[in-house]
C-alpha cells in the first residue's frame, strides 16, 4: 500500500460524503457561466442591430441586465424553500413524504425538537441553550433562507432599475426613480412569473410524491409504501 | 460641450457621434456630417445640471439642451443631441439622434 493511499481514500470519501452539495455547486457555475455566454450573445445581437454598445462577456456579467435575471430567479428559489419550510409546520398533505402527520402539526415539543433539557450530548450548542439563543436557532433556517429572499428581491429591485433606464435612454426617454420601477408592470411581471412557476414545481411535487414513487430517493416514499401514508421517506 | 464643439471643430463633434447617429443624420441632410452637423441648428452651448449613467447608457441635462451618450468599445460617443422634452413620458424629440 503506497503512502498515498489513506489520503487518496480521505478524498473519495469527502467527495463521497458531499456529492450532493458538490454536485449542486458544480451545475451552479456551470448554468452560470452558460447563461453569462449566451445572455452576452443575446444582449449584443439586439445592440448590434441598434446601433448601440456591444459589451464583452465580463461588462455583460458586471451589469445590471445580468444582475437582474440573476436576482429573479434566486429570490423566487429562496422564496419557494422558505414557504415550503413554514408550510409545512402548520400545513400538511395526506399521503405525501414532504409532509408531516396530522398529529405533529405545529412547532412541536422541545422533547420531539430535542432542545434545552432533552438536548442530546451532540446537540447544537445554542439548541442546549436556552432564551434567546435557542428560540433564534430554532428559525435559523427560515430567517437565513428569508434574508437571501429579501436581499435577493432588492438586488433584482435595484439592477432591474438600472437595466430599465439604460433601455429608456436607449429609447430617448429620461430615467425612472427606484419607486418607480417597484410599481412597474415589468417589475411585478419578472417577479410573478418567477414565482408561479416556483409553487407549480413545489405544490406538484408534494401531490405527485403522495402517488408517485423514485426508488432509493429520500425525497419519495418507499416504492411499495401505500399511498395514504404520510411522512415516510424511502 | 457638444454644441460649442460642433459650432468650432464640427469635424472633431463629429468623431464624437455614433455610427448611428452620424449616418442617419448625414442620410437625413443627404450631406457629410460636418456640413450637416453645422445645418443642424443646435442649441447654444450652456452649463451642465446633472449626468446620469445606467450600464452602457448615459444623459446629460444641460441649462438648454439633453444630449444622449453611450459607451462603446472605443469609448463615449454621443447618440442624440440637441433634444427637446416631450408631454407624457414621449421620448425626446431630437436634432441628432440614430442609436
Known amino acids: 500500500m503506497s503512502a498515498h493511499a489513506p489520503r487518496r481514500a480521505e478524498r473519495r470519501s469527502f467527495l463521497r460524503d458531499n456529492g450532493l452539495g458538490l454536485f449542486f455547486g458544480a451545475i451552479l457555475l456551470l448554468s452560470l457561466a452558460g447563461q453569462a455566454l449566451v445572455g452576452t450573445a443575446d444582449y449584443n445581437e439586439g445592440a448590434r442591430i441598434a446601433g448601440l454598445p456591444t459589451l464583452t462577456v465580463g461588462q455583460y456579467v458586471t451589469s445590471s441586465y445580468f444582475g437582474v435575471d440573476v436576482a429573479e430567479n434566486w429570490q423566487s428559489e429562496y422564496l419557494q424553500f422558505l414557504l415550503f419550510i413554514l408550510a409545512t409546520v402548520w400545513l400538511i398533505q395526506r399521503g405525501s413524504p414532504e409532509s408531516k402527520k396530522a398529529e405533529d402539526v405545529g412547532r412541536e415539543s422541545d422533547e420531539e425538537q430535542q432542545v434545552g433539557p432533552y438536548a442530546q450530548q451532540r446537540s447544537p450548542a445554542w439548541a442546549k441553550a436556552s432564551g434567546w439563543r435557542r428560540s433564534l436557532y430554532s428559525s435559523s433556517l427560515g430567517l437565513v433562507m428569508g434574508a437571501i429572499f429579501l436581499l435577493s428581491w432588492g438586488a433584482q429591485l435595484v439592477a432591474g432599475t438600472s437595466a430599465m433606464n439604460s433601455r429608456r435612454l436607449q429609447n430617448l426617454q429620461n430615467p425612472s426613480s427606484v419607486l418607480d420601477y417597484a410599481h412597474s408592470p415589468e417589475f411585478w411581471n419578472r417577479t410573478l412569473q418567477n414565482w408561479q412557476s416556483e409553487f407549480l414545481a413545489v405544490g406538484s411535487m408534494v401531490v405527485f410524491s403522495i402517488y408517485l414513487r423514485e426508488r432509493g430517493s429520500p425525497e419519495s416514499k418507499p416504492v411499495g409504501a401505500p399511498h395514504d401514508t404520510t411522512a415516510l421517506e424511502g | ?99
Open chain 2, 1 to 99: 460641450m457638444f454644441s460649442q464643439l460642433a459650432a468650432t471643430n464640427p469635424e472633431q463633434a463629429c468623431g464624437l457621434l455614433s455610427e448611428h447617429a452620424r449616418s442617419s443624420m448625414e442620410k437625413e441632410a443627404d450631406a457629410p456630417c460636418t456640413t450637416a452637423l453645422t445645418d443642424a441648428g443646435l442649441p447654444k452651448p450652456s452649463a451642465v445640471r446633472s449626468v446620469e449613467v445606467y450600464a452602457t447608457d448615459g444623459i446629460v441635462v444641460l441649462e438648454g439642451d439633453v444630449i444622449f451618450v453611450a459607451r462603446f468599445g472605443e469609448g463615449w460617443r454621443v447618440t442624440a443631441a440637441g433634444c427637446r422634452p416631450e408631454p407624457e413620458d414621449q421620448p425626446y424629440d431630437c436634432g441628432i439622434s440614430g442609436g
